[in-house]
């Protein structure tokens, strides 16, 4: 039973470089959230998904992008990446309602220069 | 979703029973109390949740105050992997699904040998 599982763990960008990170689940969640974390910081909200071909912007989109073709995965894309997205990014999924609890990856550590 | 504010940290002995405090005086009649915790280099994991009654799980319980504009996270016995940051947030019921975890910065929990 994986859970949620987020690849790579870490990864060194160059400025101007794109990236695809990739999230996986296999609990069956329609939802899917990616989140970053800045050090010090609580999580912010990037993008999420209700289910397979749709999704919606959270609080901090700019600058990336994501597709949900499948279920189980979710990946997020960063394109012409910055240093203001050196990060720790975390990948989520649920049922949804609130009386369900959100399932954490256990993140990418993004670090551009 | 309302706020909450919870103290930026705290000590406890290890094998002593912690209480965590956190206040949400804006909370609506519809949003569900959620606890998270974030161990060191982890993605945040789901404690515990409740509306208005007291609630018990293997691995905490949740007081919630009689108004509700208050609640206590509470761990039995703290152990060295209780150190973590937890997170308290509120969760509109009404909003259902769409109701999305914002996380704040937490309360940093250290538990002394």
């Known amino acids: 039973n994986a859970g949620v599982t987020q690849t790579p763990k870490f990864r060194i960008l160059k400025i101007g470089q794109s990236m695809t990170l990739q999230c996986t689940q296999d609990m069956n969640h329609n939802y899917m959230y990616w989140y970053r974390q800045d050090p010090g910081m609580g999580l912010k909200l990037i993008y999420y998904s209700v289910g397979a071909g749709i999704t919606d912007k959270g609080e901090v989109p700019n600058g990336y992008n994501v597709s949900r073709s499948t279920t189980e995965d979710f990946p997020l894309r960063l394109e012409l990446a910055a240093p203001s997205q050196t990060s720790v990014y975390f990948c989520?999924?649920?049922?949804?309602?609130?009386?369900?609890?959100?399932?954490f990856g256990s993140g990418t550590r993004l670090t551009v220069v | 979703d309302a706020k909450t504010t919870q103290p930026n940290s705290m000590e406890s002995n290890e094998e002593e029973p912690v209480h965590l405090p956190c206040n949400h005086s804006?909370?609506?009649?519809?949003?569900?109390i959620h606890w998270y915790r974030q161990l060191p280099s982890q993605g945040p994991e789901y404690v515990i949740h409740g509306l208005t009654s007291n609630v018990n799980n293997r691995m905490a319980s949740l007081a919630i105050a009689e108004d509700r504009k208050s609640s206590t996270l509470i761990l039995h016995r703290a152990t060295l992997r209780d150190a973590a940051v937890y997170y308290c947030i509120l969760r509109d019921g009404l909003s259902g699904a769409n109701s999305k975890l914002t996380f704040g910065k937490g309360i940093t929990l250290s538990v002394r040998p």
């Open positions: 989520a999924s649920s049922y949804g309602g609130v009386g369900y609890g959100y399932t």
């Open positions: 804006t909370i609506s009649g519809t949003d569900y």
